[in-house]
């Protein structure tokens, strides 16, 4: 069982960043999955693969959980968006690049 350590990102159908702040720990599959020849569905043995997410507050805590149960795991790097500063009179301003029309 190999797992995957990561923070994940600000989802893109919501502009908020809830659920973005703790850190994840997953178990990534083994065996590819399969389709099912009579229904069509998608579907794998695994249990643990996509069903089994252990959150942690910080990352430190979630690599000392792998190393205690003695889990091989990947550790991605947290991503920090850059922050574009906007304002709402940027949309009429006379250097706009292009025309602001609906």
């Known amino acids: ?56 507050d910080t990352r430190e805590e979630a690599v000392a959980y792998a190393e205690r149960c003695g889990l091989p795991f990947r550790l991605d790097p947290e991503h920090q968006p850059k922050a574009q500063p906007k304002a709402y009179s940027d949309n009429f301003s006379f250097r706009r690049r292009k025309p602001w029309t609906h």
């Not at 989802?11 to 099912?36: C, H, I, P, Y």
């Open 1 to 56: 069982m190999f797992a995957r350590i990561y923070k994940p990102s600000k989802t893109a159908m919501q502009s908020g960043k809830a659920k973005t702040a703790r850190w994840v720990l997953e178990f990534e599959a083994e065996t590819a999955r399969r389709l099912d020849p009579l229904m069509g569905w998608t579907s794998g043995d695994e249990m643990t693969s996509g069903q089994v997410r252990i959150n942690f």
